[in-house]
């Protein structure tokens, strides 16, 4: 099992690495209480979240979910559930995230209506998923995509949920080079296509223990991004989603 010492975060993939810093820009504004993760793979922006609010995660995928769940007993914080979000929901959370997807599932609009069922009257999304349609190759298609999406249809997706949105980009210039490497690597996987949506939050994963040193050699390397992330240069994008009329509560 691939566990981690107390109060060190799990190593995030070098893609997720480049996305956090424009997602916690979102958490210090919305400062949830709790928090909803869909599809939360092998827990490790679970095991973040977990440390600062009440948090549940659903993973479908039993391998990925059991080394979350072992992430969070060891946290001693949040809970992690094997399987899909239910329709109906028995509470409701200040925040709803689903990182990397909502391009797995081939009715994106009916899931994400469904999923903001557990969000509170003033509750909020953060969603990422990549981006240009034309950019979609040989790694989309290993790791199960039904597809890619433009700045409008991400816009639009949000909007048909009910929400406002607020949509940046990541991954110039560096998300480029991922990209390209993890292409290469799924040509030569020709013919072995197996790996596919449940699989496909355990790909590229780096050891726990790694942690540390994937933090300190992406810091620099998101940071070169920041020009870009109002722009639609980059190889995914980040959005928040936001009741009509919502604003961020008072100091």
Do not use: K
């Amino acid at each position: 099992m691939n566990q981690q010492p107390p109060g060190r975060p799990p190593a995030l993939s070098l893609s997720a690495s480049l996305r956090l810093p424009l997602i916690e820009r979102w958490l210090q504004e919305i400062r949830p209480a709790s928090v909803l993760e869909v599809g939360a793979g092998m827990g490790a922006m679970g095991y973040r979240l977990a440390s600062r609010y009440d948090y549940r995660g659903y993973e479908p995928d039993p391998t990925s979910y059991q080394v979350a769940a072992a992430r969070l007993e060891v946290l001693g914080r949040g809970e992690m559930v094997n399987g899909v979000l239910p329709v109906q929901p028995e509470r409701h959370f200040d925040l709803l995230v689903a990182f990397e997807v909502l391009e797995h599932i081939e009715n994106d609009a009916d899931a994400l209506t469904s999923w903001v069922r557990w969000l509170s009257p003033t509750g909020s999304m953060i969603v990422s998923v990549p981006a240009h349609p034309e950019r979609f190759g040989p790694c989309d298609e290993m790791v199960g995509h039904c597809r890619r999406y433009t700045r409008a249809q991400l816009a639009s997706l949000i909007g048909s949920a009910g929400f406002e949105p607020t949509i940046q980009s990541w991954g110039m210039p560096v998300g480029f080079a991922l990209e390209a490497v993890r292409n290469r690597l799924a040509r030569r996987r020709s013919g072995q296509r197996e790996v596919g949506t449940p699989g496909s939050g355990r790909l590229y994963q780096p050891p726990s223990r790694m942690g540390r040193a994937v933090e300190l050699t992406m810091r620099p390397l998101a940071s070169l991004q920041r020009p870009f992330v109002d722009g639609d240069r980059g190889t995914g994008w980040v959005a928040m989603g936001r009741r009509p009329a919502w604003s961020p509560p008072a100091s």
